[in-house]
């Protein structure tokens, strides 16, 4: 436990800062203190800057009186990654710093402040034909670019790899106040990697406060595609065949359960507002008379087509002439004919390109369920023997499961040309916390039951997540938001492991950013 250097550590922090960024009312320290899965120590205080300078001037104060900092994007991760309980903190939370500080169409970088969201800046960039290389994960309505920069995440433009293979450079303010620029605005890397040393740090070296990323043009001529298969190893061997080609954009896929979980939830198919976006999209890219077809056949189709469908894929091919991107539809139609898969209704891609960053409901179950992702990236070679081990798992707990009523389905995706990623889901019964509360929206929250919790129903969630956790590693699997709940250290040899310390030490002396995340 950390010792601190004065009886009231905040007196030197308050002279640092407005008065006005640091919270410490009841209701802000609960909600900083839980993820969307767990409930850490309340901070000292929430820090909620305005400028880099007071975010640089706060952490130097906090970290000379021996106060740990721990930096928070959009809080939409579950792995304990803001949540500390070594002692006395200072959580900073960077959504006071959500700027967009330049858009550089000359030389087609962007630079944000790292609170500002991956939602905001898409609508930003958007109207002028922009958009970033890989940009963003499916919460980003909240999510920050600073928080994905710091975790890692995957989905949008899923085919240029995580989202850190956006990054150009970054700012980062370290442990003791300093800021240090990873390198140039333009190009990486200039040198040694040193923004790529900063990337994926889960907040360990520092905490960013600008970050520059790479852009592209916006794709303008789009093809949608669904599938449905009987087995998983159909579905795998479509999906690498897919990936390997570069044919999608995102591909993706529900497995039997979650493909039915989805289909209980309001907020995809039946949303008039989200089908209304839909048409509107693609009146601006096909015409008018196109978009109301597309939106005709979208309600038509409703939900059932999805019924009786066992594992469910689906892809996007972009690009820039609608010829060619129909050809690459074709193309994975031809693959996941090869596969045993059928084409279905493509309203699930189509419905969630227009919505790309829907409210984030689904961090609770369709019944009002507590719900926790686990991942791991493999390569195509390891997937099916991944998902029978899991499948042998489920089989071993099935009594347990039943009894506690723990759930689980998984999301399959494309993860660039070599990997997919596997993503084991739980749902259980438990109570709602603070950030439920507050994420969810309103309307959404007031139709889920509350459910009491079970504290033995999460106890084997946990136990589960970390066999799941086990087998991917037995695999060599690769993980993204590792923060404090996924092996790092193991995963390095020892030498590896000597230089991310040293770096740790050099940028941290005393140990006092985010520690334990990434396990230093
Ligand atoms: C509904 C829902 C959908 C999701 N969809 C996806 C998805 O499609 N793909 C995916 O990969 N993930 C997904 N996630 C997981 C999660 O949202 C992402 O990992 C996201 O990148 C987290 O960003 P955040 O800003 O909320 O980070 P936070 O949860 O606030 O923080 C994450 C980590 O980064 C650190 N950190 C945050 N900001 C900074 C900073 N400025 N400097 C240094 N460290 C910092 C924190 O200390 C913590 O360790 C989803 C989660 C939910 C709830």
Redesign the pocket.
């Known amino acids: 436990m950390a010792t601190l250097a004065s009886d009231n550590p905040l007196a030197s922090v308050r002279k640092a800062v407005a008065e006005s960024t640091l919270l410490t009312d009841a209701e802000s320290l609960s909600l900083f203190s839980h ?2 899965l767990s409930r850490g120590a309340k901070p000292l205080a929430v820090f909620r800057p305005t400028s880099v300078e007071e975010l640089a001037a706060g952490v130097g104060a906090a970290t000379k009186m021996g106060i740990a900092i ?8 579950y792995t304990g ?2 949540l500390y309980d070594g002692g006395p903190h200072i959580l900073v939370d ?1 959504s006071g710093l959500n700027q967009i500080l330049d858009i550089n169409e000359t030389d087609m970088t962007v630079t944000v402040e ?1 609170g500002c969201s991956w939602d905001k800046l898409f609508r930003t960039l958007k109207p002028m034909g922009l958009r970033v290389y890989s940009w963003g ?3 980003g309505i ?3 670019i ?3 920069m ?2 890692n ?3 949008w433009g899923a085919r240029n790899g995580t989202v850190v293979d956006s990054a150009v450079s970054f700012d980062v303010v370290l442990a003791n106040g300093t800021i240090v620029s990873t390198g140039s605005d333009f190009f990486r890397p200039f040198g040694p990697d040193l923004t790529g040393l900063f990337a994926a740090d ?2 360990a070296f ?3 406060a600008r970050v520059t990323l790479k852009l592209v043009r916006e794709a303008t001529a789009f093809a949608y595609g669904s599938f449905s298969f009987d087995t998983h190893d159909g579905l795998y061997g479509a999906m690498s065949a897919i990936a390997r080609a570069e044919l999608a954009a995102e591909s993706f896929a529900f497995d039997p359960f979650l493909q039915a979980q989805r289909m209980k939830r309001d907020t995809l198919m039946k949303d008039a507002k989200q089908l209304g976006n839909m048409v509107k999209e693609t009146a601006k890219s096909g015409g008018v008379f196109k978009a109301i077809k597309e939106g005709a056949k979208v309600a038509m189709a409703g939900r059932s087509f999805l019924d009786d469908v066992p594992f469910s894929l689906h892809c996007t091919a972009e690009g820039r002439h609608q010829g060619a991107v129909d050809a690459d539809m074709k193309a994975i139609e031809a693959i996941v004919q090869e596969h045993g898969g059928e084409v279905v209704e493509n309203s699930i891609p189509k419905i969630l390109r227009a919505n790309p960053f829907p409210p ?1 409901n ?2 609770l179950g369709p019944d009002g369920e507590r719900w926790v992702p686990v991942h791991g990236f493999l390569p195509h070679s390891k997937l099916v023997e991944a998902w029978e081990r899991f499948q042998a798992l489920w089989e071993e707990n099935a009594a347990e499961m039943e009894r506690l009523r723990v759930e689980t389905g998984a999301l399959i995706a494309a993860t660039g040309r070599s990997s997919c990623l596997i993503e084991p889901v739980f749902f259980w019964p438990g109570e709602h916390n603070p950030l439920h509360r507050e994420a969810i929206e309103p309307d959404h929250l007031a139709k889920l039951k509350a459910q009491p919790d079970s504290p033995e129903a999460t106890e084997l969630v946990l136990a589960l997540r970390e066999k799941v956790i086990d087998i991917f590693q037995e695999l060599g699997a690769i993980h ?2 590792i ?1 404090r709940s996924y092996p790092l250290k193991e995963s390095h040899d020892e030498a590896g492991w000597a230089i991310l310390t040293a770096l740790k030490q050099q940028v941290d002396p005393k140990g006092l950013m ?1 520690p334990g ?1 990434l396990g230093l």
């Open positions: 993820d969307v721990v930096p928070r994007g959009g809080g939409m991760s990654g803001y960077t790292s994960t499916l919460s909240r999510a920050a600073g928080g994905g710091s975790q995440g995957i989905f889960c907040g520092g905490v960013k984030p689904s961090m993204l938001q923060a985010n995340s």
